[in-house]
């Protein structure tokens, strides 16, 4: 049997999806809540320059997120357009 994982999202993640359209907040919260079962679906990227941040995509939105295997914790840390997602 295979657990399904915990999503949290951090406050800057949950307040960049309410800045979004109601179709798009739509679509990236039924992939957000894919995650707790599938935390590396089909498309993910792991992101280089980090030891455990991932993405996937959305159309044109990205989601980055981290895995954390042994609490089974996923842990959702920014959405964005896919021209403003790796900006600091």
């Not at 109601?22 to 990236?28: A, S």
Request: no cysteine; charged share 30%; hydrophobic share 40%.
């Amino acid at each position: 049997m295979v657990s399904e994982y915990q999503v949290e999202i951090e406050t800057s993640a949950a307040k960049q999806i309410q800045k979004m359209q109601r179709y798009d907040q739509r679509r990236i919260m039924d992939a957000i809540d894919a995650l707790a079962v599938d935390p590396r679906p089909h498309g993910y990227t792991k992101l280089s320059g980090t030891t455990d941040a991932y993405r996937i995509r959305v159309g044109v939105f990205r989601i980055v997120y981290v895995i954390n295997d042994g609490l089974l914790i996923v842990t959702v840390t920014r959405v964005a357009h896919r021209k403003e997602v790796y900006r600091k």
